[in-house]
């Protein structure tokens, strides 16, 4: 049976955190799915504003990423900048 | 795989990256294009004048349209970010590490841009009424609103940063694959390299990179232009 090092535990368990920091994700998708489908419906009743719903709506899809930007830097600082290993 | 920007060289203790060579290269083509175009003004412009009145009209349209008339004194500031955000994110279309994928990089420009949302914000509602409106709707608020101002200039950086740094990995990552299917093939030359990436070349290096400069000037004009007009609301 071989020997696992704990270095190599240490790293395998982190690659697992990372995947699961990513699950944020899910709620992200969901966040930017309904902007646009409002967007949609907006634009659907009063085609004239659609400029400035399309910049709205850039700008709360922007602050909606922000939790998912986050898990992915969480998962990035553990995959290559490992505080542990 | 090595992510970080590469080390060119090293004065003293200061590494000098990548990031500041093409940072410092940006710059002075951006100074060098704005020199060409005002040199000769003329009253029908062609050429390089042309294309400089088309930047700044339009950069002077979008600051009229989100911060309204009377803030167009931010037009400058805004338009330099803009187009230095612009360049150094599709830097990888030409195959080298784009500036913004740095965080170096990243938090002194969010936070230059924090250092003025702030500055014109008092200055527009006096130090008294700054803190008023930031102690509002109650006193006890004052400690939340601090830290949720705070953290604009961090979610400011880390957005753009977040986003090309994914573009960088996912594109290295591409490449790796398809170097070694072109392996598998049998031959030594990456032949399948060469029109394979293009469309996520396009979304990475272009789409996303205008995108996230596009966002970052748009959410420095709103907090902006928010902090000036809570002062004409109170009057």
């Known amino acids: 049976m071989s020997q696992v090092t704990p270095e190599a535990f240490i790293m395998g368990l982190s690659a697992l955190a990372a995947g699961l920091a990513m699950l944020a994700m899910a709620g992200v998708g969901l966040g930017i799915a309904f902007i646009s489908a409002k967007t949609v419906e907006s634009t659907a009743r009063q085609p004239e504003a659609q400029g400035t719903l399309l910049k709205t709506m850039l700008i709360g899809i922007a602050l909606t990423e922000t939790a998912g930007i986050f898990a992915l830097i969480i998962s990035i600082i553990l995959l290559f900048a490992n505080p542990y290993a | ?235």
């Open chain 2, 1 to 235: 795989m090595e992510l970080g920007p590469r080390i060119i060289f090293t004065i003293g203790d200061v590494n000098i990256t990548e990031t500041v060579i093409f940072s410092l290269i940006i710059s002075l083509l951006i100074i060098l294009f704005a020199y060409l175009a005002t040199r000769k003004m003329e009253v029908i412009p062609h050429g390089f004048q042309a294309y400089g009145e088309l930047i700044v009209g339009t950069i002077y349209k979008m600051v009229a349209d989100t911060m309204g008339k009377q803030n167009l004194r931010f037009a400058p500031y805004i338009g330099t970010l803009f187009l230095f955000l612009a360049f150094g994110s599709t830097l990888g279309i030409l195959d080298l590490r784009p500036v913004t994928a740095d965080l170096n990089c990243t938090v002194p420009l969010a936070a230059v841009s924090f250092v003025m949302i702030h500055y014109s914000s008092i200055r527009a509602q006096t130090l008294k009424g700054y803190i008023k409106h930031l102690g509002s709707p109650y006193a006890f608020m004052l400690p939340l609103n601090i830290m949720s101002e705070m953290m604009f200039p961090i979610t400011l950086a880390c957005r753009i940063f977040g986003n090309i740094l994914a573009g960088v990995i996912v594109m290295s990552l591409l490449f790796t694959a398809l170097e070694s299917f072109s392996e598998s093939l049998g031959t030594h030359i990456p032949f399948l390299l060469l029109v394979l990436p293009l469309p996520l070349n396009f979304f990475f290096d272009m789409f996303e990179a205008g995108l996230q400069a596009f966002i970052f000037v748009m959410l420095t004009m709103v907090f902006t232009s928010n902090g000036i007009n809570v002062s004409e609301d109170h009057e």
